[in-house]
């Protein structure tokens, strides 16, 4: 089993410019996240979703959107990309509420 | 919010030697999850911890979760090179708004 997988891997992008970033799991699971890392600051959880149709915001939404496209797929999208936009991002799924996340290899996004 | 500290930040530890770090929470946790990061790899679970008091052991690591809900504790035994990494722990109530504390950065000296 592929588990989550996120593409692209490598992106960079100018300030202004619009990308998504994908991912889709192979678990079966109903909950899908996405995190950012940045050095020092662990993952800070951007939006998730509990189930399909429904999406929240975590800690740190502005600037972001995301889809829930069907139970397997959850996008996020960057509308304006901005510099302080620079980071690492992780898609994660688990079974249920509170359960074990199970992450993808990472996105590292570079705004210049 | 929910506000996670984790401490250490970092650790320098020679091979054999134990290692703990915790995690404190503002607010009641009903789950702890500990997570170990190697460079240029997503998260890895290690344990998982889902009732006030447990204490849960996987191999050389142990784990446990406050009487308080608002804490938990890492161990890890007899430590060896590949324990390298960084490990976070993670918290939520009942929902899907899993936190993620900062980091403890393990380095092992052979």
């Known amino acids: 089993n592929a588990g989550v997988t996120q593409t692209p891997k490598f992106q960079v992008l100018k300030t202004g410019q619009s990308m998504t970033l994908q991912c889709a799991q192979d678990m079966n699971h109903n909950s899908m996240y996405w995190y950012r890392q940045d050095p020092g600051m662990g993952l800070r959880l951007i939006y998730y979703?509990?189930?399909?149709?429904?999406?929240d915001k975590g800690e740190v939404p502005n600037g972001y959107n995301v889809s829930r496209l069907n139970k397997r797929e959850f996008s996020l999208r960057l509308e304006s990309a901005a510099p302080s936009q620079t980071s690492v991002y992780f898609c994660?799924?688990?079974?249920?509420?509170?359960?074990?996340?199970?992450f993808g290899e990472g996105s590292r996004l570079t705004v210049l | 919010g929910q506000q996670l500290n984790q401490s250490p930040q970092s650790m320098f530890i020679q091979e054999g030697e134990d290692v703990s770090m915790n995690c404190t929470s503002s607010s009641i946790f009903n789950t702890w999850l500990w997570y170990k990061q190697d460079p240029g790899e997503g998260p890895v679970l290690l344990i998982a911890l889902y009732k006030a008091g447990e204490l849960t052991s996987n191999g050389r690591l142990t784990a446990q979760f406050g009487i308080t809900r608002k804490d938990s504790f890492l161990n890890i035994s007899a430590s060896i090179p590949s324990d390298v990494g960084i490990y976070f722990c993670?918290?939520?109530?009942?929902?899907?708004?899993?936190?993620f504390g900062a980091g403890t950065r393990l380095t092992v000296k052979p």
């Open positions: 994660a799924s688990s079974e249920g509420v509170s359960g074990e996340l199970f």
């Open positions: 993670a918290g939520s109530y009942n929902n899907n708004d899993m936190r």
């Open positions: 979703s509990a189930s399909e149709g429904t999406t």
